[in-house]
Each structure stands twice: as structure tokens, then as C-alpha cells.
């Protein structure tokens, strides 16, 4: 029993790390298909249009990016990745709830944008010169993929491992 | 004002001078006309769009000829897209050429399509001759497919086992089946295959079951050795036809110069064109009207009366009417008028946002790219795209905007201390550390999240302010006064309160922010409803108008997406830069290194200052245009010579 107590806290300090890089990426993987599969279609038409459409799918993959900064500042701060990890189950828990906001909210926010990103690349492939609107478009939607990364990375620096 | 005022045009002139004004306003590019719908053409005037070679194919087969050549010929190659000087003179020339080159281009289409040909029967050849080469001395006539009462093919078993199991299955199934081996290696077993008729397809199903391949008909007859040996012969000279035909084409590459001249000459008279046919006019007359910038004018309208038989006048816009415009700025603003004009350019009436917007915009995206290293790259790369390649057009003004920016990542480098993220620390194991000139955010991000605050409550105190100028412009001063001047002190007041203790040491302003947000809440508070006659239901209306602190208080918050932005930059790179020194300081190791990096270090470059362009783009469409700017405007599009290839040598 002590044993198994004795793992738990490496064991949710990696679940944390783990939710944090795999959800989001989900969702940009997710979201970045989604508008490949929009851009091919418009290729077909104009293959001048590779560079904005290119732009505009690149968009819904900052979540799995920022997924993976949380990981690795969790793996970093709780000292996992340097291999002198002394962790209890309650700081694991602690990492674990740090690590929530940018796996669920990186998730949805991905899959999101990826549809407004869809949208903009209709809107590219028949006005070409309003790209930046497209973008700003699909950038609102970052907004909370941002304030969500911003809420994981503060709450991991502040937990001191124990 | 940085919006050029601009003077609105009309002019009546002879039918027969139209083609000439028409070009000579199209050499000056500085006059806008009014869009109207083409107009039924009089009898009487030429048939404009009948000038022989001209014509929408010849013009894309000009593009296509001058593409390549251009690729093709190392003088101009190293031009990629950029003009090319030619003088006015050779210009014209060109088109009374157009005969000789339309001829040319004939000529130089014939040989690329005889060039193609070649190759694909060379391609045929050559399949051709890597099916059958395993076959050579096969005795059988690779026409011969059946006689009366059998069918014979070729082909090849995968193993000798394969052919074996065949066999076996074959002797109980189809004994009329014979099948004879001709060569054997290590990857096939090839064989003849003859059986009767009627067992035929009984006999393919048995032979797929194993794995047999049967030698596609390639349409060809006779034994394969003859085949190949009449492949052999043909490919000597075809490789001498083509190499011949390849060297008349490189010859032609030098014509691509005359192909670019023609191409850009059809333009011109396309546009002439079209613009000519949606002039109004009666029999001998015509007249336009459009819009011409103010300061050329009267100096515009002198030329033209002095080389034609004109009547033209200019006046100012009046009231009602939207004219175009074009925005004139300092060197240094004028690569940011592409932010402001992708967002919606001003209405003549409206202020031109880009002064205020060029210093916010090189800030934010500087900070948001802080990195010493990558500034330099795209510093580099965008200067090299300005200064050396001279693009033009859209490319090039983004590539002006980053050049500058670039400059900003540089600067907020130095201040966080990135280079390439932690590179140097990581390559040196910990002995070099590069400092931050004024504090690492690692190390303090939340010193970074309260300077991103301040730096957003700064801008957006500039744009309440651009909003209260604008407003005492119109005679609205003391709407501005009540309005929006006691958010400055609501704003400056609340921050105070929260962090009043730590600014001056030892001074509580904690105060003095209570005072000043106090006075601001009842100032709005006091005039927010002053619509309304009734006191009470003006008070509420001004209480409601306090519930607009949310709303900047979305908008402070919305500046810390800079913390986020600087936290990724650094931490992707510091990731990239421990992956790749994980082998150690060994050879190996840094060559690992020096990979891992380039591809790395590219991909955070292109992610992050996309992200730094689009966030800072959102932070001034959303938080900053939305307090005094709307837009609407359209831009001034003069009627101007379009061109692909060739721009005009101004010499003289």
C-alpha cells in the first residue's frame, strides 16, 4: 500500500504532463485536418493559393504546441525530466489541476478554430486580399487556448515540489 | 492629416484623341475613374478590340514562353519575379513586332511540344525495355497470344515453390496445362503458359492463387530480343534529336526579353481597352470624370489641354460624396499602413490611424518575438527581400512591415536575453549565460504579465485619446470630457489601488488611486444618462454605463496573451535546443545538434512570428480600432500601366 501510495505522485505528475500534451494535440490534430482537407479543395482550383491556405491551417495547431510547452514546464518544474523527482501524491495532484485548463480548454479551442479557419479559407478562396481577416478571425478563438495556457504555466510555477 | 485630399475630376473631349488621352492618363497613374458599364460602341469609331494577334490565349502563351525563359536563361534568371528596366522606345517596338514575335513564339511552342514527345516515347522506350530485358531470348513472338484451340502467355512465379504448387493443383484441375521454364533467379521464376481454350479462366484464377505476374501486353510484336535490339537503335538517335532540339530551344531563350515586352504591351492595350469602351460619349465626343489627388491637379489639367483639344475642370469633393484615398506617411510608418488597410482603410473624413499604430505595432510584435536570433533572421531575410530582390507589391510591403519588426524582436531580445532561446547555455553546459538587460521571464513572468498590462493600458489610453481628439474636432469636446476622460482616471485609479504600494517606495498611492477612481465613477455616473429628463432613471442609466469596466477589463486582460506568446517563443526553443544536445559534447553530438536546430529553430521561427503577426494584428483590430476607428474608406486605384515583366526605365 505504501508503495503504491509512494508512486502516486510521479504517476499523476506524468498523467498531468500526459493530459497536457496529449488533448490539446488531439484538437490540433483535429483542426489543422479539418482545414487540409478544405485547402486541398481549393487547390484544386487555384494552386496559387497554397501559401494563404498553408497559413490559415497552421493556425488551429498552436494548441498542440502549447500543450506541449505545459508538458514539458510540468516535467521540468517537478523535476522529472532531470531524474531528481521526489514527489508526493499531493503535489502530483496539485500538477495534475494545474495541467486541466490547457488540456481541456486547448482541446475544444482547437477543434473550434479549426472550423472558424475552415470558414476563412472560403472566404481566401474567393477573396484572396482579406487573408488578414481570416486570420483575425480565427484568432479570436486563440484567445482562450492563450488564457487557459496562461493559467496552467502560472499555476505549475507556483507549485513547489515536495 | 496622413490621408491625401483629392479633387474631383471631369472632362470632355474629342473621340478621335480618346485612345491617346486615355494612354497618356494611364502613363501618369494618378487619376482614379469612376467605374460605369461598358457602353454600346458608336459605328463610327474603330473596332477597338480587333488588333490582330491580341487576344487572351496570345497573352497567356506570352506569359507562359516568358516564364520559362526567364527560367531557363542564367543572365535572368537570378530575377525571379522582378521587373525587368526596358525603355519606353523598345516597348512600342515590340508591339509594331508583334508579327515577327507572335512568329517566334510559334516557332519556340512547336519545338517544346516536339521536346515533349520525344521524351514520352523515350519514357516508353525505356519501360519498355525493363519489362522484357528478363525475357531476352525468349522464342516467343509476343503477339502470338492464342491459336485455335489454345491460349499462351508469359510470366513469372514468385519462387520455384510457387510454380510448384501450381503445378500440382494444375495436373488434378487443368491437365491440359504445360508450362515451360525459361530463366530462373533469386526474385522470380519466368515461365510460358499454354492450355487449352475453354480452361483459360480456370487457369488465371490457379495462377493469381500463387502469385504469378503476368507480362503485361505492351501492343508490341515479334521476340523479345528483337525488340530490344530496335529499342537500342531508336534510343542513340533519339537522345541525338533531342539534345539537338533541347539546343534550339535555349537558343530561343534569348528571344524571352521580346516575349515579356509583347505580353506586357497586350496588357497595356487590353486595359486601354476597357477602360476606353466604358467612356460615355455622342458620336465625335466622350467624357469621364473620377478623382485626381489635389495637389496634382491643376498641373495635370494644364498638360493635357496643352497636347489635346480638352475641356477639363477639377473642385474639391463636396458634401455627399465618398472620394477614395490614399494614405501618405513618414518613411518609417508607411510599411504599417498594410495593418491599418487590411482591417478597412479610412473614409476621407476619418483620421489616418497608422501614426499611432506604427509604434504599438513594432512594440508588440517585438516583444512577443523577443528573441535576439530570430529577429536577425527575419531581419535578414526581409532585407534581403527588399534590398537585394526589390519585391513589389503585397510581398513587398509585408516584407517592409517584418524588416522593421524584425528590428523590434531584436531589441526585446536583449532586454529578455534570448538568443536562439537558451543555445548558447545549452551548448556550452551551463557556462555561458546570456543576460537579460532588464529581466529574464522565465524567471519572473509575472513581472512580465504586469508590464504586458501596463503596456496595453498605455495603448489603450492612446486610443481614448485619439477618441477624445477626434471628437473635440466635431465640436463634441465635452462629450469626450465626460464620455471617455474619466476612464483615465477609473482606469489609472483601480490600478493604483491594487498596486499602489509598490511603485514609490515607502509612498502608499493606494489613496490617491481610491480618490481618483471615486471621482471618475461619479463623473460617469453623473453624466452617463444626461439624455434622460427624469434624475432617477439618469442615474441608473449612469450606473449602467460604469458596467463598461468590464469591458476594459477584458481588454487589459487581453494584453497578457504577450506573457503566453513570450513563454512559448522561449520555451520551444529551450525544448529544441535540449532534444537536440542530447547526445553531449561529441561530435556526433553536435552534428545532431546542428540538425535539430536548423529544422527546430525554423519551425518555431515561422510559428511564433506568425503568432506574434496575428495576435498583434487582433490586439489593434479588436482592443485599440474599436475605442476610435472604423474605417470604411476605399483606397484611390489610379488607372496606371499594369504590368508583369517590365518596368519603365524613367531615364530620359
Known amino acids: 500500500m505504501n508503495e503504491l501510495i509512494s508512486l502516486m505522485g510521479p504517476g499523476l505528475t506524468l498523467l498531468a504532463g500526459a493530459l497536457a500534451a496529449l488533448l490539446p494535440g488531439i ?136 | 492629416m496622413s490621408v491625401i485630399e483629392m479633387s474631383r475630376l471631369t472632362l470632355v473631349g474629342l473621340a478621335t484623341q480618346k485612345a491617346d488621352i486615355m494612354e497618356s492618363l494611364i502613363r501618369l497613374g494618378a487619376v482614379e475613374l469612376d467605374e460605369m458599364p461598358p457602353q454600346p460602341v458608336p459605328q463610327s469609331l474603330e473596332p477597338y478590340d480587333e488588333r490582330g494577334f491580341m487576344s487572351l490565349n496570345s497573352v497567356s502563351r506570352l506569359e507562359a514562353a516568358a516564364e520559362f525563359c526567364r527560367q531557363q536563361d542564367p543572365q535572368s534568371h537570378h530575377m525571379g519575379s522582378a521587373k525587368r528596366l526596358a525603355r519606353a522606345e523598345d516597348f512600342i517596338l515590340a508591339g509594331q513586332r508583334e508579327r515577327e514575335i507572335m512568329a517566334q513564339l510559334n516557332s519556340f511552342e512547336h519545338i517544346q511540344s516536339q521536346i515533349a514527345q520525344l521524351r514520352t516515347s523515350m519514357a516508353q522506350d525505356e519501360t519498355v525495355r525493363e519489362i522484357l530485358t528478363p525475357w531476352d531470348g525468349l522464342e516467343l513472338d509476343l503477339a502470338l497470344t492464342a491459336t485455335r484451340e489454345t491460349v499462351v502467355f508469359a510470366g513469372a512465379f514468385p519462387s520455384r515453390d510457387a510454380l510448384d504448387d501450381f503445378l500440382a493443383q494444375a495436373r488434378e484441375e487443368a491437365p491440359e496445362t504445360h508450362v515451360e521454364v525459361f530463366s530462373e533467379d533469386a526474385a522470380s521464376v519466368r515461365v510460358v503458359v499454354i492450355t487449352l481454350k475453354f480452361r483459360e479462366g480456370l487457369v488465371h484464377t490457379g495462377l493469381r492463387q500463387h502469385g504469378f505476374h503476368l507480362l503485361p501486353a505492351l501492343g508490341l510484336s515479334g521476340k523479345p530480343r528483337q525488340i530490344l535490339e530496335d529499342i537500342a537503335d531508336h534510343s542513340d538517335d533519339h537522345q541525338r534529336r533531342l539534345e539537338r532540339l533541347e539546343k534550339e530551344q535555349q537558343d530561343f531563350v534569348i528571344q524571352g526579353k521580346d516575349f515579356e515586352l509583347l505580353h506586357d504591351y497586350y496588357l497595356l492595350q487590353s486595359d486601354k481597352i476597357e477602360a476606353l469602351n466604358c467612356l460615355p460619349g455622342t458620336a465625335n465626343t466622350f467624357y469621364l470624370t473620377g478623382w485626381v489627388p489635389a495637389k496634382l491637379a491643376d498641373e495635370m489639367t494644364r498638360a493635357l489641354k496643352q497636347r489635346f483639344l480638352v475641356a477639363a475642370e477639377t473642385r474639391p469633393p463636396v458634401e455627399g460624396e465618398s472620394p477614395p484615398v490614399q494614405l501618405n506617411n513618414h518613411t518609417l510608418v508607411k510599411p504599417f499602413e498594410i495593418i491599418v488597410e487590411m482591417f478597412s482603410p479610412p473614409s476621407h473624413e476619418d483620421v489616418d490611424p497608422s501614426p499611432l499604430l506604427a509604434p504599438f505595432f513594432f512594440l508588440f510584435f517585438g516583444m512577443m518575438l523577443s528573441d ?227 529544422i527546430g529553430h525554423t519551425l518555431n521561427l515561422a510559428l511564433s512570428a506568425l503568432s506574434a503577426y496575428v495576435h498583434t494584428s487582433r490586439l489593434h483590430y479588436v482592443e485599440f480600432f474599436s475605442k476610435f476607428y472604423e474605417g470604411g474608406g476605399r483606397l484611390f486605384k489610379p488607372l496606371r500601366i499594369r504590368t508583369r515583366f517590365i518596368q519603365f526605365d524613367r531615364k530620359p
Open chain 1, 27 to 162: 484538437g490540433s490534430a483535429k483542426g489543422v485536418g479539418r482545414v487540409g482537407e478544405v485547402a486541398t479543395g481549393v487547390l484544386t482550383e487555384d494552386p496559387a493559393k497554397f501559401g494563404k491556405v498553408l497559413i490559415l491551417q497552421a493556425l488551429p495547431g498552436t494548441q498542440g504546441i502549447y500543450g506541449l510547452l505545459s508538458w514539458f514546464m510540468i516535467m521540468n518544474a517537478s523535476g522529472l525530466l532531470t531524474g531528481s523527482a521526489n514527489l508526493s501524491w499531493q503535489t502530483g495532484m496539485a500538477y495534475l489541476m494545474a495541467s486541466l485548463p490547457i488540456a481541456f480548454v486547448g482541446l475544444f479551442s482547437a477543434v473550434y478554430q479549426g472550423r472558424v479557419a475552415e470558414a476563412g479559407i472560403a472566404l481566401v478562396a474567393k477573396r484572396p486580399q482579406e487573408q488578414s481577416k481570416a486570420l483575425v478571425l480565427a484568432a479570436m478563438v486563440e484567445t482562450y487556448a492563450i488564457l487557459a495556457l496562461l493559467a496552467t504555466v502560472l499555476s505549475v510555477l507556483n507549485i513547489k515540489p515536495v
Open chain 2, 372 to 598: 535576439v536570433g530570430y529577429g536577425l533572421v527575419l531581419t535578414g531575410l526581409t532585407g534581403y527581400m527588399v534590398f537585394k530582390k526589390k519585391a513589389t507589391g503585397e510581398m513587398g510591403r509585408m516584407s517592409r512591415m517584418l524588416f522593421i519588426s524584425g528590428i523590434g524582436s531584436i531589441i526585446w531580445g536583449i532586454l529578455f536575453g534570448g538568443f536562439f532561446g537558451d543555445m548558447l547555455t545549452v551548448l556550452s553546459q551551463g557556462k555561458i549565460v546570456v543576460p537579460s538587460l532588464w529581466f529574464n521571464p522565465m524567471v519572473e513572468p509575472m513581472t512580465l504579465m504586469v508590464w504586458s498590462m501596463l503596456f496595453g493600458v498605455l495603448h489603450l489610453f492612446t486610443a481614448m485619446g485619439a477618441k477624445i481628439y477626434l471628437l473635440a474636432k466635431t465640436g463634441k469636446l465635452f462629450d469626450a470630457l465626460v464620455d471617455v476622460a474619466p476612464w483615465y482616471l477609473v482606469i489609472t485609479g483601480l490600478g493604483l489601488l491594487i498596486g499602489g504600494d509598490s511603485i514609490i517606495p515607502g509612498v502608499s498611492l493606494k489613496f490617491a488611486g481610491q480618490v481618483m477612481a471615486i471621482a471618475g465613477a461619479v463623473v460617469l455616473l453623473l453624466f452617463g444618462g444626461r439624455d434622460s429628463k427624469n434624475p432617477i432613471l439618469r442615474l441608473l442609466k449612469g450606473l449602467l454605463s460604469l458596467y463598461n469596466i468590464t469591458g476594459y477589463f477584458s481588454d487589459i486582460l487581453s494584453y497578457t496573451r504577450i506573457l503566453a506568446l513570450v513563454l512559448a517563443t522561449s520555451v520551444i526553443a529551450m525544448v529544441f535546443n535540449k532534444l537536440g544536445f542530447m547526445l553531449g559534447p561529441t561530435p556526433v553530438g553536435y552534428l545532431v545538434f546542428t540538425v535539430a536546430a536548423l
